[in-house]
């Protein structure tokens, strides 16, 4: 049974919800795996409602309700057939960290006993970042991610039929960082967007490049992260029968779609990548081959898409876009649009913006080169087949979409930004704003190139 991310409270809401979901196209334009952050474990274990699945289904419903809004104002109404839909699904991790083994429950011997409640938090949440830093730990959570969404995707294109097999990822907290780690597995092999050899054939219809676990243990860790060590652990499981071979005969036994686009929301990527980059010397830009290049025009091509998407006031997302161009540090990340604009507060404070613009003589400075270089992130790069040389041969750049997304601060957030911090980091599933901005892009995305530039 493939759980389809939709849960119904009351017999009564019922009838009226599936009434709404029979309005939406059979056709399913995307498939979307939701992932969760740290401490789900923890919250699972607090009452039905914190279990993720029903998680999973409000942020179905919201999505639901926006696809039916842009049907109805796109004249997709009734007696016309609107292009598809995009279904949720969720995705845990946790399972072999809480339920295997019981990280949690083991870590309570070694615990003391006061302020119980914070205490067992950190045995339950925190402990997911630290195993997570383990190199073995990291690697068997990928392997079960792996074999989960490659099964479910089986599984989802079987039973549905019109399904285009377009696969996209939204990760909370860890969960982004754990989903970027696994997309680094797939990247090398596509044909196309940033570091990709624009000599290759992409003619004919386009073949979709698949994430796979490899073969060989000592090809399946992240950048820099698996040694000796952790390569002998995977055999010694491996060899007990604890851990099945992800690949037989030099072919992938689990496999999915490279994901179109990767939201990352409330995450601390830019952290990691930013430890991970200062213990060698690499461009961050390596970790996001194949990114939708958006110029030069013998680059572009259709790879994946990135959206790091956080609340200002969320103490643990951090940025992306100054490790790719520095130079994007003073420069403030793009705004999710709040019901298509911005929110009452927002524009009083765009407006003073703007009038301190102003010169002297009541003129506006030139800003429209400035306006221009903020529609889209430039991204220092080199010849790819100057790559493994210490000095690369030729310097250039290309331009990307942008990555940071920034949330709109309600006027009460904004009166009270410690309360905000505090509810921020915990609020996305419920977001409005962020359901909407994701539904927009994945339709975006899912366009062809030059189709999408001209919709802009």
Not at 91 to 112: A, F, M, Q, S
Not at 291 to 311: I, K, Q, T
Not at 402 to 408: F, K, T
Not at 430 to 439: G, T, Y
Request: aromatic share 10%.
């Amino acid at each position: 049974m493939v759980w389809r991310g939709y849960w119904v409270v009351a017999g009564e809401e019922k009838s009226a919800e599936e009434n709404e979901v029979d309005k939406l196209p059979n056709q399913v334009e995307c498939l979307t795996f939701v992932v969760h952050g740290i401490g789900q474990y923890h919250r699972a274990q607090q009452g039905e409602n914190s279990q993720f699945f029903k998680e999973v289904s409000r942020v179905r419903k919201l999505a639901m309700k926006y696809q039916l809004e842009r049907m109805e104002e796109q004249g997709q109404g009734e007696g016309s057939q609107p292009s598809g839909r995009i279904e949720f699904l969720p995705l845990e991790w946790y399972g072999p960290i809480h339920v295997d083994v019981g990280i949690g429950n083991r870590l309570k011997n070694v615990t003391l006993k006061s302020v119980s409640s914070l205490r067992d938090f950190a045995n339950f949440a925190l402990a997911d970042v630290m195993v997570y830093l383990d190199d073995q730990w990291r690697e068997r959570i990928h392997e079960e991610l792996l074999r989960k969404m490659a099964n479910l995707w089986k599984l989802f294109s079987e039973r549905t039929s019109d399904y285009s097999g377009e696969v996209a990822v939204i990760g909370h907290f860890l969960g982004s960082v754990i989903m970027f780690d696994l997309m680094q597995k797939g990247l090398e092999k596509l044909p196309q967007g940033l570091h990709c050899s624009p000599s290759k054939d992409t003619s004919g219809s386009p073949k979709k490049t698949m994430v796979s676990a490899p073969a060989k243990p000592a090809n399946v860790a992240t950048p820099g992260s698996i040694d000796r060590k952790g390569i002998k652990i995977l055999k010694d499981h491996m060899a007990k029968g604890n851990i099945a071979p992800l690949a037989k005969g030099g072919h992938a036994a689990y496999e999915h779609p490279v994901p179109r686009c990767l939201f990352a929301v409330g995450s601390p990527l830019g952290m990691f990548l930013s430890i991970r980059l200062s213990q060698k010397a690499q461009r961050a830009s390596r970790y996001f081959r194949g990114l939708d290049v958006r110029w030069p025009a013998v680059s572009e091509g259709r790879g994946w898409r990135m959206f790091n998407v956080f609340h200002p006031d969320d103490p643990i997302a951090y940025r992306i876009e100054p490790l790719l161009n520095p130079a994007y540090a003073s420069m403030n990340p793009r705004v999710v649009p709040h019901k298509g604009g911005l929110r009452w507060n927002h524009q009083i404070k765009s407006w003073f913006s703007t009038s301190a613009s102003k010169s002297p003589d009541g003129g506006m400075w030139d800003l429209e080169g400035q306006e221009t270089f903020e529609e889209v992130l430039v991204v220092p790069t080199e010849d790819p087949a100057s790559f493994f040389e210490e000095k690369p041969a030729r310097q250039s750049v290309v331009t990307v979409d942008r990555v940071d997304y920034a949330l709109q601060v309600s006027a009460f957030e904004s009166m009270n930004e410690m309360l905000s911090a505090i509810h921020s980091h915990f609020s996305y599933w419920e977001n409005e704003d962020l359901l909407r901005f994701i539904v927009d892009q994945i339709f975006e995305s899912l366009q062809t190139p030059s189709k999408a530039r001209s919709s802009k």
